[in-house]
């Protein structure tokens, strides 16, 4: 088990461009969920993946969001012409489905957005 | 809707007190609530979790919480301080039978402890 882990850990952009972040989850999780933190804020859901499928999405998701898990393995999170207000830890979790209700879900170390 | 709220956003205590982090949720159906832990410049850490067995639930680094649902409540408790438990603490709450699992979390609280 080498943990969930996220690429880059930091990211230093000018207003106005694209960024992609990457999430490699544990090997045998099926679900893979995005998360977003700001600085003082406890972490927001963005959206998660059960295999390749998105299956719900937060509204905080503008258009400008994109996630993607084309095998079902890791995933990418793509932020188009990007504004100050997306400076935030993007934060990464996965977790196993269990027969019923949830399994823990555990986190990367996060990728650091700058917006300047 | 769920929800929790984290009634101290910061607690100071000294080395070797009790430490007492309160947490009230919110939630429609039967919820499964956790606490997480943020150290500087790290991931967050999965403390403890209730998922309806027991309401009192043991964590690591001796950490406790007691679930009452009459109170709404899930408060994380732990008989002593040490220097390392130092760090922003999260509660969580999460639908128990929605099968996507998304986490709701609080504003945090920030623990210090003092020597």
């Known amino acids: 088990d080498t943990g969930v882990s996220q690429d880059p850990r930091h990211k230093i952009t000018k207003r106005g461009q694209n960024v992609t972040f990457r999430c490699d989850p544990i090997?045998?999780?099926?679900?893979l969920y995005w998360y977003r933190q700001t600085l003082g804020q406890g972490p927001e859901f963005l959206t998660y993946?059960?295999?390749?499928?998105?299956?719900?999405k937060s509204r905080l998701l503008s258009d400008r969001f994109s996630a993607e898990r084309p095998k079902g393995s890791f995933s990418t999170l793509e932020i188009q012409r990007t504004e100050q207000g997306d400076s935030a830890m993007y934060l990464c979790a996965s977790s196993r489905s269990g027969g019923q209700g949830l399994d823990t879900q555990n986190f990367g170390p996060g990728t650091r957005l700058t917006v300047l | 809707a769920q929800s929790v709220t984290q009634l101290d956003s910061h607690v100071s205590v000294s080395e070797g007190t009790p430490v007492l982090l309160r947490c009230n949720y919110s939630?429609?159906?039967?919820?499964?609530l956790f606490w997480y832990v943020q150290h500087p410049n790290k991931g967050l850490q999965l403390l403890l979790k209730y998922t309806s067995a027991a309401t009192l639930v043991k964590g690591i680094n001796g950490f406790e919480a007691e679930f009452k649902k009459s109170e709404t409540s899930f408060h994380l408790t732990k008989p002593s301080a040490h220097m390392s438990d130092a760090a922003e603490y999260f509660c969580v709450v999460s639908d128990r039978w929605n099968q996507g699992g998304k986490l709701i979390f609080g504003q945090g609280t920030e623990l210090s402890v003092k020597p």
């Open positions: 939630s429609s159906y039967s919820p499964s």
């Open positions: 993946f059960q295999n390749e499928a998105q299956l719900e």
């Open positions: 090997s045998e999780h099926n679900r």
